[in-house]
Each structure stands twice: as structure tokens, then as C-alpha cells.
């Protein structure tokens, strides 16, 4: 049957994965073949640095109950909706956190407010990239830094760089997964790209919600899998949940031999953990794959540069898919000057950690706050007693920006926190109380 949209199942979080009616098993043998030697590309603009926004003197009186939205507009005439797939016109797309404010003291997006590890090199009359040229394919400059700095016996052959982890993740799809046949399981409350992708590529989506303490549910993933299961996300530490995934959680899938697909284990926060990253587990698991990225804790989110860590044979297949200069040479170049900037990275990551102790403390002594939530990354998830969407909106609209997670599974009421710069933090806190108390003093009255 020709399916027009991706499926979607959800195991209900307080019941038995059995309950679930997989999609039909694909009887297909897949067979894969490797082309040529393929390699990625990555260079990037470092973003002009910009001193943030003043904060508004005063909490507004009355804030809109919601930000103001980017509108998505439906295609629904012309050529466009005539010819494109019908899984495309049905499309929600990603919808990231400068779509609501681009302005303020920005504690939404999860970046490094501390800055970048390193700079493009000054080169105002020489051309020294060479940049009429094409970028080099392989990126061999830039994967062996990364392997020397990651450690765990890998080399360039395990690497491969794209566009961000976002550029991964969809290979990923496009290679393993049939449209409108196979799945990719995923453990909400998680980063909303896995569905994105999955509906771009027409793949099905079954959902097995993490716990309310934001652990894996093993035995419900195992159950919820069929052999068309292909991806299985687990995203450590998670978005937004802060938590960290054990290792050992991620081998005892790996080792079930009721799961044989990819296990792709996404690991944006991993320097700001305390846990060991799953690239440690690759040369014993060779289903096993790790997504990393240059955005988070190398504060080069401008530059768009992220990795998938595997075995040789998965990392050729997203060689040879991949656009042929997915890399530019200016992202190239900053991202290797970072990585063999590890004295500035670490001294950054201790500066946010340090900062993420001081806002945790704080939020656990204002009597508004029921939860805050423990932290393995580079922000925090708070639950508030009530109005928290009024109170994310009225902060927003005084020049304080974080973001509104209540709608997430498990996440009622919670907003989520970047830990930015000292002063930021001061300000953001400062502005939460007195927004909250605003708020509510009708409440109390």
C-alpha cells in the first residue's frame, strides 16, 4: 500500500510496550554498497561577536499569553502542492528558538554564551583558503584532529562531518530506512529533529517516552522494535531533560539480540558530563553510532559543524551519500583551530559548570520552583509552580530570553535555562522572581 504520511507509534509511558502495533516487517534484504572514497566538508563563518542586549527596566504589565510566532504557511495551491510529496505538504517543520525572539539576553538556544574556542584566521589581503577553489572532499585535516582529540583508538576512518549533527541525522535516515516501510524509534521527551527528519524521509516514528525521572525504559524499547525498527536515538545528555545516559544502558541494547538496527547515540552535551562518551563503545558494538557537534561546548554554533562517530563500514555509507562539498573551507578551518584549542575549551566548560551550581542553587531556594531538575549539560529544567508560559512570555518581552518546555512530555510546567555569562545569569534570575511574583500576586491576594 502506498502510505502519503510517515507512521507514528507511541508506547504509552504507563503501559506495556506489547500494546503497540509495530508496522509490518519488511521482507526485503537490504544490501549496501560503498562507491568511492566520499568525504565531507566543513567550513564555516565565524559570526561577528555581538556585546548582548540591555536588559528593559521594568517587567511588562500585561504579557501576551504566547511569543509572537513565525507563521508556517500550508502550500496549498499551486505547482508546488500539485507535485510535491504529500508527506512534505503535511510537513510541522523544526521549529528552533530564534523563530519566537532573536533579541535579549539570550538563555534559549543552549549555546556558549562564553564564547568561541577559537577564531577564523585574519586574513583581510591574503588568500590564503584559496577560496575560489572548491574545499577539499575528505576533510583529512579536520578528522584527524578530531580523532587525536577524541581519543578511544578511532581515526578519520570512523569519522564523518557535516552540516551540524542535523546533516547526520537525516544521512542516517536516507540510508538505512524505506519510505513508507521501516521506522526509527526515538524516547520523548527528545530533540524534535528525529521526527523532522523522519518525516521528510517518509519514515515511521515509535515513540517510547523516557520515565518521569527521564531514564531509559529498556524493556519497552526492546518490545516496541521490529525489523524495521532500523534507528534507535537516544539522546545523552538529553534535550531537555539535562540527564545523562548510563553506558551501560546503551550496551545492554547493544548487546540484545532482540534489536539488531543502529543505535545512534547523540552526544551535543557530552563535554559538560561526567559521564564517558559512547565512542568508547564502537569497537566493541558495530551497530553502534555517536553524533557529536562544535556548537555546544566549542561555542561555534555559527559554524555549523558536527560529527558522526562509527564503525568504517557505516561512516563510508555517509561518505558516499553525502553532497560532495558539504564542508566549507572557512568552517574547516575554525573548527580544527578549536579543537587544538583545548586549554581555551576547558577553561570555559569549568566556567559554566560553575556558573550551572550557582543558578541550580538559586532556583532550588525560590519557594515558586517545585523541581530542578539535576544537570549534565550546559542548562538547566526548572518546574514552576504555575504560569509558566505567562512567565517565559513577560521575560521574554523584557529582554530576557529562556524557553517554555512545558509542553514536552513529563515537562508540565518547566522552563529550561541556558547557563550563559555570570552577569546573565544574575539578570535572568533577578527578572524570574520579580516576573513570578508580578504574576501571581493576584493569586495571593
Avoid: W
Amino acid at each position: 500500500e502506498n502510505r502519503s504520511l510517515a507512521m507514528k507509534y507511541t508506547v504509552n509511558p504507563d503501559s506495556n510496550a506489547s500494546t503497540v502495533t509495530p508496522p509490518e516487517e519488511n521482507r526485503d534484504t537490504k544490501v549496501f554498497c560503498c562507491i568511492p572514497d566520499a568525504k565531507t566538508f566543513e567550513q564555516m563563518i565565524a559570526p561577528p561577536q555581538s556585546s548582548p542586549p540591555r536588559l528593559r527596566p521594568s517587567v511588562s504589565a500585561s504579557p501576551s499569553a504566547s511569543p509572537p510566532k513565525k507563521k508556517t504557511k500550508n502550500v496549498t495551491v499551486g505547482v508546488a502542492a500539485s507535485l510535491a510529496r504529500p508527506n512534505i505538504l503535511a510537513l510541522q517543520p523544526y521549529r528552533c528558538a530564534r523563530d519566537d525572539y532573536s533579541s535579549g539576553i539570550l538563555l534559549d538556544a543552549n549555546e556558549n554564551a562564553i564564547g568561541p574556542t577559537a577564531l577564523p584566521t585574519k586574513s583581510s589581503d591574503d588568500n590564503h583558503l584559496l577560496l575560489e577553489r572548491y574545499p577539499c572532499p575528505y576533510q583529512l585535516e579536520l578528522k584527524g584532529a578530531y580523532a587525536k582529540y577524541r581519543g578511544h583508538g578511532i581515526t578519520s576512518d570512523n569519522i564523518f562531518v557535516g552540516v551540524g549533527s542535523d546533516e547526520a541525522i537525516d544521512l542516517l535516515m536516507r540510508i538505512f530506512c524505506k519510505p513508507g516501510e521501516d521506522c526509527i524509534l526515538t524516547t520523548p521527551p527528545t530533540y524534535g529533529m528525529y521526527k523532522v527528519s523522519a518525516n521528510v524521509n517518509d519514515v515511521g516514528i515509535v515513540e517510547v517516552p523516557l520515565s518521569k525521572a527521564f531514564d531509559l525504559r529498556i524493556p519497552e524499547m526492546l518490545k516496541a522494535v521490529t525489523v524495521n525498527t532500523k534507528l534507535m536515538f537516544i539522546c545523552s545528555p538529553g534535550n531537555p531533560t539535562c540527564k545523562a545516559i548510563p553506558l551501560s544502558d546503551v550496551c545492554k541494547i547493544a548487546e540484545s539480540s532482540a534489536y539488531n538496527g543502529i543505535i545512534v547515540v547523540d552526544e551535543a552535551y557530552v563535554d559538560f558530563s561526567g559521564e564517558t562518551t559512547a565512542i568508547s563503545l564502537i569497537q566493541s558494538y558495530p551497530n553502534v553510532v555517536i553524533l557529536q557537534t562544535l556548537s555546544k561546548a566549542f561555542g561555534l554554533a555559527g559554524i555549523r559543524c558536527g560529527f558522526a562517530i562509527g564503525r568504517e563500514d557505516v561512516i563510508q555509507l555517509m561518505n558516499n551519500v553525502k553532497a560532495p562539498y558539504n564542508v566549507n573551507k572557512l568552517t574547516s578551518e575554525v573548527a580544527v583551530n578549536a579543537i587544538k584549542n583545548a586549554a581555551t575549551l576547558e577553561k570555559n566548560i569549568k566556567i559554566l559548570l560553575e556558573q550551572r551550581d550557582i543558578v541550580m542553587k538559586a532556583l532550588n531556594e525560590l519557594h515558586f520552583v517545585t523541581k530542578v531538575y539535576p544537570s549534565d549539560s550546559n542548562f538547566v529544567l526548572a518546574r514552576l509552580k504555575k504560569k509558566s508560559k505567562e512567565v517565559y512570555t513577560s521575560m521574554a518581552n523584557d529582554g530576557i530570553v529562556v524557553r517554555y518546555r512545558g509542553s514536552e512530555m513529563h515537562c508540565e510546567e518547566c522552563l529550561r535555562l541556558t547557563i550563559g555569562k555570570p552577569e546573565e545569569n544574575t539578570a535572568c534570575l533577578e527578572l524570574l522572581k520579580k516576573t513570578y511574583e508580578m504574576m501571581t500576586k493576584d493569586d495571593d491576594a
